[in-house]
């Protein structure tokens, strides 16, 4: 993977596998490029951690991996960092290389829910960042917004990733609050770790309609920005072949089912990214 090869290589960053559903929507639209996915497990959850943790290891793993890869396009694909990371890594990253972050889709929310009712369910760090409540004020103001922050949905993801079954009880009691809320009809993801829990979600909340999450605008911009570099590529070359690798910062607990994992995600490689 070096710059003598064509194929733009583009970097997604989450604390865990939730990225991945973010990974997935840009990899169908954008095929022909070389894939970077690191999972900043070691410092995983992000959701409690202060602000200024999340700026400092974000900015930190993200310049390692620039150091060691031709990055091209960083994508955080994590509700929690972006809502506070992107000017940092805007401001100390080097300038050709394109940030895109992920943060609640409420504009999408406010516009597709009927009732004009709808749920934000993200982590505790997320429903009580400024940057979303100023989404909610510019894009919702027409709509009652109920929040639910939790870092157990977050784990549950993960586990369910490793092959654990979902304890249906618990994510019943997660989103209690909302249950006997019948006309709220839209729910967004506010964390790209929970439409990995979608189905199982969703028979906890039989009355929503709609359930919105950002990952097809994310794929949607890292395209026009890819266009704008002049790196965009419709097809890739006959010798050209794209690699797909990821990245952990700590060892893996159940690598069985991180392994069946990656083939899923079409991963070919894992690789450790050390704390010194
Ligand atoms: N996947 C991350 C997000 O979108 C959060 C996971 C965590 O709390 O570590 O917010």
Redo the contacts with the bound molecule.
């Keep these: 993977m070096n710059k003598d090869n064509a194929l733009a290589t583009i970097l997604v960053f989450?604390?865990?596998v939730?990225?991945l559903t973010v990974y997935h929507e840009i990899q169908q639209l954008l095929p022909h490029y070389h894939y970077l996915y690191c999972l900043?497990n070691a410092?995983?959850?992000?959701?409690?951690?202060s602000e200024r943790q999340i700026i400092d290891r974000t900015l930190w793993v993200c310049r390692r991996l620039v150091n060691q890869y031709p990055i091209d396009l960083i994508v955080i694909?994590?509700?929690?960092?972006?809502?506070v990371v992107l000017p940092t890594l805007r401001e100390h990253l080097p300038q050709h290389i394109g940030i895109v972050g992920?943060v609640p889709a409420i504009k999408p929310a406010a516009a597709v829910s009927q009732s004009k009712h709808i749920g934000l369910l993200?982590?505790?760090?997320?429903v009580k960042r400024a940057y979303t409540e100023d989404l909610i004020q510019r894009y919702a103001a027409n709509c009652i917004v109920e929040k639910i922050g939790t870092?157990e949905l977050?784990e549950l993801?993960e586990r369910k990733m490793r092959g654990d079954s979902v304890d249906l009880g618990r994510l019943h009691s997660i989103v209690k609050p909302w249950v006997e809320l019948k006309d709220l009809d839209t729910v967004i993801w506010?964390?790209?770790?929970?439409p990995l829990l979608e189905n199982e979600l969703k028979l906890c909340l039989p009355h929503v309609k709609f359930f919105v999450d950002s990952g097809k605008a994310i794929a949607k911009r890292v395209k026009y920005l890819l266009q704008q570099k002049q790196l965009f590529r419709e097809k890739a070359k006959l010798d050209e072949i794209s690699r797909h690798l990821i990245f952990a910062t700590a060892p893996i607990n159940h690598i069985f089912g991180f392994h069946n994992m990656m083939q899923r995600y079409g991963f070919s490689e894992l690789g450790y990214l050390s704390q010194d």
């Design positions: 989450d604390s865990g939730g990225g900043d410092f995983f959850p992000y959701s409690e951690k694909a994590c509700n929690t960092a972006s809502t992920t993200a982590t505790k760090g997320t870092t977050v993801a506010g964390c790209t770790h929970f």
